[in-house]
């Protein structure tokens, strides 16, 4: 999501700096592959289970996730085309956040699973994972609409800051941020990704 409250090929997470880092240090459309790579190794796994009677469906996380989860559908048409992954959902963690009295509707996004979700194979996808609240909250609206067989995480960061055990099964990276710092997650009118670091929690 596009705030810092939450998003596993990993790399190696990093220390605390002391100072905020640079927002090029982080580049999220060279990041995208290491996504997209993980992602389609669970979709390959999942092809080769035998018990597995339903395709896999991309979840896309309000808003950045839904971003995400855009871009990875098109790039695994090929998997859409063998039956190796079905149609793609959105996600809002709006009505089930912990904050939501604080925050209220942050969000136009509404929840939409084209699918039965009941005996679903899910993996939801978001921009970046932090205390693992807003995952909470995710689950608490998907179980909203069903009865999942499974239920998979692949986030484009980890920025550390967990309050909750939660784990993502895929990361493109991984490093420890100072709580003040505001990690956010964009997309330009060409459709291209970035991040953009800003003091102080939003």
């Known amino acids: 999501m596009s705030t810092p409250q939450d998003s596993a090929l990993s790399s190696a997470p990093s220390s605390p700096s002391s100072s905020p880092p640079s927002p090029a240090a982080l580049d999220a ?7 997209l790579q993980g992602v389609r190794a669970l979709l390959t ?10 395709r ?3 979840v896309g996380i309000a808003s ?5 989860a855009d871009r990875l559908q098109a790039d695994l048409k090929d998997l859409v085309a063998a039956g190796q992954l079905g149609g793609q959902g ?9 904050d939501f009295a604080q925050r209220g509707l942050s969000s136009n996004a509404q929840t939409t699973l084209p699918f039965d979700v009941d005996g679903a194979d899910l993996i939801l996808v978001d921009d970046v994972l932090y205390t693992g609240r807003t995952l909470r909250a995710v689950l608490n609206e998907l179980f909203d609409y069903g009865r999942p067989r499974r239920v998979r995480l692949a986030v ?3 920025r550390g800051g967990r309050q909750l055990p939660i784990q993502a099964d895929v990361v493109a990276a991984s490093l420890n941020l100072h709580a003040e710092l505001s990690l956010r ?3 330009d009118e060409a459709g291209r990704f970035s ?3 800003n003091s102080g929690v939003q």
């Open 56 to 58: 896999p469906h991309l």
């Open 90 to 98: 959105v996600i809002s963690s709006t009505m089930h956040r912990d």
């Open 29 to 35: 459309e060279a990041l995208y592959p290491a996504l």
């Open 64 to 68: 950045g996730g839904v971003w995400l």
């Open 195 to 197: 991040f953009s670091f």
């Open 45 to 54: 796994a999942s092809s080769l289970n035998t018990e597995s009677k339903t």
């Open 156 to 158: 484009l960061v980890d």
């Open 185 to 187: 997650f964009l997309r």
